[in-house]
């Protein structure tokens, strides 16, 4: 296993266009997270599944942002009708749960710029 | 609200000498802290978890430990390509990060 995959790993959209990543994770880790990171901040959390479930979504994540993770496997995070304030790096991480958690394991990122 | 707070936010060290980050936090519940290296553009990279008061891990350079209250990161005669930046995350059910500390190390 290669660790976790996230595509693409730029994009640069129009402002009111709608952009979708993906994100692989490791094969046997049940959590998936996504995370937004701006220049000089820490990851903020924005959502979480266990296995095909959504758990928690941040008020972070305005009506404008959804995610899925259909059958528990690769997630997408979509955003529509962007703007310049969603400029960002978005991250997604992967962890094992079952009786406790284990190191989450970041991917490299999917760095989004809105012009 | 979970709270974590790191300090300094940069640091530059001259190659060989050491220092500490520190990172505080306030969380109900904390189910481990773990620390993260990222370098510039790229996600962060997994360095250590900690469970519990008094723990402490150490990786090459790099040393962890972990109070009641805080989490000190110890880098001990720092080299040029342990310059990033040093992120640490309190688990509740989900990770909070702080800032970060931003490490240069001049050779």
């Known amino acids: 296993d290669t660790g976790v995959s996230q595509n693409p790993r730029h994009k640069i959209t129009k402002r009111g266009q709608n952009v979708t990543f993906r994100c692989d994770p490791i094969?046997?880790?049940?959590?998936l997270y996504w995370y937004r990171q701006t220049l000089g901040q820490g990851p903020e959390f924005l959502t979480y599944?266990?296995?095909?479930?959504?758990?928690?979504k941040s008020r972070l994540l305005s009506d404008r942002f959804s995610a899925e993770r259909p059958k528990g496997s690769f997630s997408t995070l979509e955003i529509q009708r962007t703007e310049q304030g969603d400029s960002a790096m978005y991250l997604c991480?992967?962890?094992?749960?079952?009786?406790?958690?284990?190191?989450?394991?970041f991917g490299q990122g999917t760095r989004l710029t809105v012009v | 609200e979970d709270q974590v707070t790191q300090s300094p936010e940069a640091l530059r060290l001259q190659e060989g000498e050491s220092s500490s980050l520190n990172c505080s936090y306030t969380v109900s519940g904390l189910r481990g802290l773990f620390w993260y290296r990222q370098d510039p553009g790229k996600g962060p990279e997994f360095l250590f978890t900690?469970?519990?008061a008094g723990e402490e891990k150490e990786k090459e350079r790099l040393k962890a430990t972990l109070t009641k209250k805080e989490s000190f990161l110890h880098i001990t005669a720092p080299k040029p390509e342990d310059s990033a930046t040093y992120l640490c995350a309190v688990l509740y059910y989900k990770l909070s990060f702080g800032a970060g500390t931003t490490v240069t190390v001049r050779a």
């Open positions: 599944f266990q296995n095909e479930a959504q758990l928690e």
């Open positions: 991480a992967s962890s094992a749960h079952i009786q406790g958690d284990t190191e989450a394991f």
């Open positions: 900690l469970y519990s």
């Open positions: 094969s046997e880790h049940n959590r």
